[in-house]
């Protein structure tokens, strides 16, 4: 059987009280398999992001419950969910959040250093992962010396440095041109052959398209759901480790 890396039952975010009441998250239930490449559609405000920070224990819900690689998140302490999110989860935001006065390759090994390797390992491994990105040649620059679509390769290369079991990302392209969106799209694809579970929430119909499944939201539920039968990768590959 395949490992569920995510699960949701009955996951609620509700912002405010009364008139002023929004249901940002409405009793969502969701399992996410490993390997699984993951899209969450539909129209702003729907609560896609909101969804994806409740399913990373970026946020806790104000109802339900949510597991992350077999844990239960919403009852867990600050300090073990912030070490479970370390060990688990690879983040990609649509403005990169690079550390602006470090270098491409040190954004990429403070990732590894803080999920506990050692210096040698995580400069080892940040540099193996910005040529897997396509930017050994830009391992010194600062984030401002590169282009939005590189700042994002690197926050790619940062998500994966700690060999996360499930990698979400929230509108990674948002801010990219459409050059830049096709480099990313190559990039997911890739992972996605690697069996590198991924949810990406994305307004992007081609990233959509390359995902096993597509669920899209309307006022903070599943409006449809579907599979695309055949093309669950479920590849486990070690190219990437
Ligand atoms: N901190 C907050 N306080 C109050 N309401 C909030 C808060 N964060 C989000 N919301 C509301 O929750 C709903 C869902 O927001 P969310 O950002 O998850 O939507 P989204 O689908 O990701 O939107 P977009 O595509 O525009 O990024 C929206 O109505 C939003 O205004």
Redesign the pocket.
């Known amino acids: 059987m395949t490992e569920e890396l995510l699960r949701a039952h009955r996951l609620s975010?509700r912002?405010?009280q009364g008139e002023g009441l929004?249901r940002?998250?409405d009793e969502v239930d969701l399992s996410v398999p490993a390997g699984q490449t993951l899209a969450i559609m539909?129209?702003?405000?729907?609560?896609?992001?909101?969804?994806?920070?409740l399913l990373g224990g970026l946020q806790r819900p104000t109802a339900g419950r949510v597991w992350l690689a077999g844990r239960r998140t919403d009852t867990l302490g600050e300090r073990a969910l912030a070490r479970l999110r370390r060990s688990t989860v690879g983040f990609v935001f649509q403005s990169f959040h690079l550390m602006e006065e470090l270098t491409a390759v040190e954004n990429v090994e403070l990732a590894g250093l803080l999920g506990g390797q050692s210096p040698r390992a995580a400069r080892r491994r940040a540099r193996y992962l910005l040529d897997r990105v396509g930017l050994d040649d830009r391992a010194g620059h600062l984030p401002s010396a590169l282009s939005g679509g590189q700042r994002q390769r690197v926050a790619v290369a940062r998500a994966l440095c700690n060999e996360p079991l499930v990698v979400l990302a929230?509108?990674p392209t948002g801010n990219l041109d459409s050059t830049a969106t096709l480099e990313m799209l190559r990039l997911f694809e890739d992972l996605r052959s690697m069996g590198q579970t991924l949810v990406v929430?994305t307004?992007d119909t081609r990233i959509a398209a390359v995902a096993d499944r597509v669920i899209t939201?309307r006022d903070?539920a599943f409006a449809d759901d579907s599979r695309l039968a055949g093309v669950t990768s479920g590849l486990l590959h070690d190219g990437w480790r």
């Open positions: 975010m912002y405010g929004v940002a998250v539909g129209p702003s405000g729907c609560g896609k992001s909101t969804l994806l920070h929230d509108e929430v307004h939201m903070g």
